[in-house]
C-alpha cells in the first residue's frame, strides 16, 4: 500500500475514534435507521466495529512499520552488495602484484 494512503487512512480512522462513545453512538443510530436493529443489538453492533476500526488502525500501522523495514534491508543489501564488489576489485589488484 502506499505510505501516503496507509498515513492518511491511519489518520482519518484515529480522528473517528478519538471520541468513542460519540462514534459508537452515531454508528448505533446508523444501524437502528438503515439494518432496522433494535438499540441494544445497535450498541452492540457498532461496539464491535469500533473494534475492528482499531484493529484496522493497528493493522495498517504494522503494514507500514514492515514496509519501512523492507525498505531499509533493501538500501543495505545494496550497500553489502557494492562493498563486495570493491573487495572484489581489491582482491584482482593485490593478486596482480
Given at each position: 500500500?502506499?505510505?501516503l494512503?496507509?498515513?492518511l487512512?491511519?489518520?482519518?480512522?484515529s480522528?473517528n475514534l478519538?471520541?468513542?462513545?460519540?462514534?459508537?453512538?452515531?454508528?448505533?443510530?446508523?444501524?437502528?435507521?438503515?439494518?432496522?436493529?433494535?438499540?441494544?443489538?445497535a450498541?452492540?453492533?457498532?461496539?464491535?466495529?469500533?473494534?475492528?476500526?482499531?484493529?484496522?488502525?493497528?493493522?495498517?500501522?504494522?503494514?507500514?512499520?514492515?514496509?519501512?523495514?523492507?525498505?531499509?534491508?533493501?538500501?543495505?543489501?545494496?550497500?553489502?552488495?557494492?562493498?563486495?564488489?570493491?573487495?572484489?576489485?581489491?582482491?584482482?589488484?593485490?593478486n596482480?602484484?
Amino acid at each position: 500500500m502506499n505510505p501516503l494512503l496507509n498515513t492518511l487512512l491511519r489518520f482519518a480512522i484515529s480522528a473517528n475514534l478519538q471520541d468513542k462513545d460519540e462514534f459508537v453512538n452515531k454508528v448505533a443510530a446508523f444501524l437502528e435507521e438503515k439494518v432496522g436493529a433494535n438499540e441494544d443489538q445497535a450498541k452492540v453492533l457498532s461496539e464491535k466495529v469500533l473494534l475492528a476500526m482499531s484493529t484496522a488502525k493497528d493493522q495498517l500501522e504494522l503494514m507500514q512499520i514492515i514496509s519501512a523495514i523492507k525498505t531499509k534491508n533493501t538500501h543495505l543489501e545494496g550497500k553489502i552488495d557494492e562493498l563486495s564488489k570493491s573487495i572484489d576489485e581489491l582482491k584482482e589488484y593485490l593478486n596482480k602484484k
